[in-house]
């Protein structure tokens, strides 16, 4: 049974830092795609950032500059890296495992939440 699993998260201050881990267990097939969402009330849930199992990258605009996704594969992890936090950056943090012949995976979300 697919397990992902989300730490990190919490309070900080703007222009802040914080380090989202996401890890995946319980299957022996090769993880696809791994990416970071993020949903606030009444908004749909918007994607982050995403990274293929060849490392290749995708950061949405609002993250461009500040958020680096990156994963290690031998530990089936994916982190988001945040770095210059705003309070628009508040939110509950979604991580999405692919694995390309099951379908995908959700871990549970995680808040960040960024003080002005």
């Known amino acids: 049974q697919v397990q992902v699993v989300v730490s990190g998260g919490g309070l900080v201050q703007a222009g802040g830092s914080l380090r989202l881990s996401c890890a995946a267990s319980?299957?022996?097939?090769?993880?696809?795609?791994m990416a970071w969402y993020r949903q606030t009330p009444g908004k749909q849930r918007e994607l982050v950032a995403s990274?293929?199992?060849?490392?290749?990258?995708f950061h949405a605009d609002s993250a461009k500059g500040r958020f680096i996704i990156s994963r290690d594969n031998a530990k089936n992890t994916v982190y988001l890296h945040m770095n210059g936090l705003k309070p628009e950056d508040t939110a509950v943090y979604y991580c999405?495992?692919?694995?390309?012949?099951?379908?995908?995976?959700w871990g549970q979300g995680t808040q960040v939440t960024v003080s002005s």
């Open positions: 999405s495992v692919t694995y390309p012949t099951r379908g995908d995976y």
């Open positions: 990274i293929t199992s060849g490392g290749s990258t």
């Open positions: 319980g299957s022996i097939f090769s993880i696809g795609a």
